[in-house]
């Protein structure tokens, strides 16, 4: 299979890569032309791809960047910025909150404060290690995308039935699976993570699976001004929507397409979407890794519940 990947946008594109700065890029997309913005800006906390500048110049270009894709947002689109903590001097500033009253005053909704919650990382001595980022997820207005059958999961107690009543016998809760809720434990990529890359700091495919599914429909456009290797937009294109995305830097955008390709032919890498975190109390969690094409019909018919099965 063969997949144009484009380097300027159009809303007729299935993907567009910029390899450049995200302001330049979005001044190219027309306005309200995307359904979903879901990003990881640098923290400005020294990484190889970022200069440390103070806090106030940071914002400052954080709010630039906001407001672009503010201009280009559908009226039932949503903004996810996912963001850690800057730190100096072994103190910390949470970015959302320092971020906050830029989306404010674009008077967009905050509909949830995500918590993405994980195991690994570095240790620290003299405070807690840090184990959390948090997305802010804004919608622009009140009639907003929201499938949550989508994105639904296992309930502790599944095939739970009212034990009395007239409802006696009868599932007492969704057979879809409960709400994700506003805190996910997901893996986060580290060295021994099966679509690890040489980026310092990719997210999950998983965890653009769920924003994806949840807050976009098919042939919507997905875009991501920090695309680093691609991440946003293999969610995007995985389930049939489009992507757009820019990246400063060459080796990233490259190691993006290759990504995209694979996906594409069915030969990334990739944890799929529900599957339980390991627990290695737990003698028999060890699923090996395995390879997933994009999905087909079929298997994008499947419940969460029903792969759950299969994954089991
Ligand atoms: C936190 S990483 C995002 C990683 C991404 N979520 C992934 O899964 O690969 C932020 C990315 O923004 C890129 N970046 C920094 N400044 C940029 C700019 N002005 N325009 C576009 N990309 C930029 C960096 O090179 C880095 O790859």
């Not at 993570?193 to 310092?200: A, G, L, M, S, V």
């Not at 456009?221 to 969610?235: E, H, L, N, Q, S």
């Amino acid at each position: 299979m063969c997949m144009t990947i484009y380097d300027s946008f159009s809303i007729q594109n299935r993907v567009t890569l910029y390899q450049g700065d995200c302001l330049e890029f979005l001044k190219t997309i027309p306005d309200e032309s995307v359904t979903l913005v879901v990003t990881s800006p640098p923290y400005n906390i020294g990484k190889e791809y970022e200069k440390k500048v103070s806090l106030e110049i940071y914002y400052k270009w954080q709010e630039k960047v906001i407001q672009e894709c503010y201009r280009i947002l559908k009226n039932n689109g949503s903004i996810c910025w996912e963001v850690g903590n800057y730190v100096s001097n072994g103190e910390i500033t949470p970015l959302d909150i320092y971020l906050y009253p830029i989306f404010n005053s674009l008077n967009l909704h905050l509909r949830n404060r995500i918590i993405w919650e994980f195991g690994h990382g570095l240790h620290c001595s003299k405070r807690f290690s840090g184990r959390y980022e948090t997305i802010l997820w804004f919608t622009k207005t009140d009639d907003y995308i929201f499938n949550l059958d989508s994105v639904r999961v296992p309930q502790k107690y599944p095939n739970k039935r009212y034990f009395k009543g007239p409802k006696k016998g009868e599932l007492s809760c969704n057979p879809l699976g409960k709400n994700p809720s506003d805190v996910w434990d997901i893996p986060n990529v580290k060295s021994n993570h099966i679509e690890k890359t040489i980026h310092p700091c990719q997210f999950p495919i998983e965890l653009m699976e769920r924003f994806v599914l949840s807050m976009t429909n098919k042939d919507d456009i997905v875009f991501d001004p920090f695309m680093g290797v691609g991440t946003t937009a293999i969610a995007a294109l995985m389930h049939d929507r489009k992507a757009a995305g820019s990246e400063l830097e060459k080796k990233y955008v490259e190691v993006a397409k290759e990504r995209i390709i694979a996906a594409e032919n069915g030969t990334l890498q990739m944890r799929p979407m529900g599957r339980p975190v390991f627990d290695p109390k737990a003698k028999d969690d060890y699923i090996p890794p395995e390879t997933i094409a994009f999905p087909s019909e079929e298997q994008l018919q499947l419940t969460l519940l029903q792969k759950e099965v299969i994954y089991k």
